[in-house]
């Protein structure tokens, strides 16, 4: 069994940065892939980015490249997410996941991963 327990979430005006953190523990949980999804009001759960487990293959979405990005800590069993130049309509609950089965590969799909953390709520204010 793996836990994740996100943090770094909180409110920022447009513009801003925040990044986010999610803490894996559980065994074998730094050879997993992990992603970043996020979900707002009355949507449903979208694919934000991914990093497999060596931190060396990275997905982003459409709408986020260039803005956020991606990272492992040096122990694999962090990831985080650095999120630049912040739109209100980044604004959702963003869940940290991990993905055993992903090998060297990134996926999107929410199907694919298999734990799954409470989410953080970031709020970006215009």
């Not at 327990?5 to 409110?11: D, H, Q, R, W």
């Not at 894996?24 to 996020?38: I, K, L």
Request: glycine share 12%; net charge neutral.
């Amino acid at each position: 069994q793996v836990q994740l327990v996100e943090s770094g979430g909180g409110l920022v005006q447009a513009g801003g940065s925040l990044k986010l953190s999610c803490a894996a523990s559980g065994r074998a949980s730094s050879n997993y892939a992990m992603g970043w999804f996020r979900q707002a009001p009355g949507k449903e759960r979208e694919f934000v980015a991914a990093i497999n487990w060596s931190g060396r293959n990275e997905l982003y979405a459409d709408s986020v490249k260039g803005r956020y990005t991606v990272s492992r800590g040096d122990a694999m069993n962090s990831v985080y997410l650095q999120m630049n130049s912040l739109k209100p309509e980044d604004t959702a609950v963003y869940y940290c996941a991990a993905d055993p089965l992903a090998g060297w590969t990134v996926r999107d799909s929410p199907e694919a991963y298999r734990y799954w953390g409470q989410g953080t709520q970031v709020t970006v204010s215009s």
